[in-house]
């Protein structure tokens, strides 16, 4: 995307963070959903919408160039200034649709500092408003967080990195998309599931215990034991079926850095 030209500015769209003039164009900042379906499967997408730009490309930012502390991804438009500007244009409309489609997605881009600073570095920041009305599945403090039990079993479902036994449950690790969806605006969602399961409760990881270099994300069940597992089969049918619906998100995971870390 060549050099930095100017300052990052802060952009008033939901999803975008930041636009800043490089030496061919314009750099884009927006939350890491946003660039997996904007690469679509096998970069699909993004050669689609590159395509339809006469006299300027879109690339996303690659693995290999996130850093560990990056909360946020880029992408470039670069070529002629006509073109570029139709290219910001294009990815505009196509945020702006995928926001429209998928609401849970505004109440997601809190999850990764939707006001991610403009200079990087660092979890949220930039006067972001928390959207989660309701701590009740959230695990928030590290005094509430389980204590593991045992070691992280690596999982072979896809969405899902590994599982490990707590003193009254078990924790997950998925990749950020996947709590994003769980969660829901509000943490509607992740009630609704919780409140179908007898005898167990599950928890999203919260925002405030993420650690900069966290590539995935935690979610708790506890309770009995037949809760627990109810609680376990509850959560891999909704990943299943979101990865049915979604399948540009087998190509996002590896985005994310699909094994985690124990």
């Given amino acids: 995307g060549g050099p930095r030209t100017g300052e990052p500015v802060e952009d008033p769209q939901d999803g975008i963070n930041s636009v800043c003039p490089t030496r061919d164009g314009m750099e884009l900042s927006v939350f890491p959903p946003i660039l997996m379906h904007l690469v679509g499967r096998g970069g699909s997408k993004i050669r689609e919408i590159s395509d339809s730009i006469m006299g300027a490309e879109i690339k996303a930012q690659s693995r290999s160039d996130v850093t560990p502390d990056q909360t946020d991804r880029k992408v470039y438009v670069f070529g002629n200034p006509q073109?570029?500007?139709?290219?910001?244009?294009?990815?505009?409309a196509f945020v702006e649709e995928l926001m429209t489609n998928?609401?849970?997605?505004r109440s997601g881009g809190d999850m990764y500092g939707a006001r991610n600073p403009v200079m990087g570095g660092g979890m949220g920041g930039g006067g972001t408003t928390t959207v989660h009305a309701s701590g009740a599945n959230y695990a928030s403090s590290s005094s509430s967080m389980p204590q593991r039990i045992g070691e992280p079993v690596e999982d072979e479902q896809d969405g899902i990195n590994w599982m490990c036994k707590t003193s009254d449950g078990v924790e997950l690790s998925v990749f950020p998309t996947i709590l994003m969806h769980l969660v829901g605006r509000g943490g509607s969602k992740i009630r609704e599931v919780s409140d179908s399961v007898v005898g167990a409760t599950i928890k999203a990881q919260g925002r405030d215990t993420v650690t900069p270099d966290q590539t995935d994300r935690k979610i708790f069940i506890y309770g009995t034991p037949q809760g627990v597992e109810q609680g376990v089969q509850v959560l891999r049918n909704f990943v299943e079926e979101l990865f049915t619906n979604h399948p540009e998100m087998r190509h996002g995971q590896e985005m994310f850095g699909k094994r985690g870390r124990f």
């Fill in 83 to 92: 073109g570029v500007e139709q290219g910001v244009r294009a990815i505009r």
């Fill in 102 to 105: 998928h609401p849970e997605m």
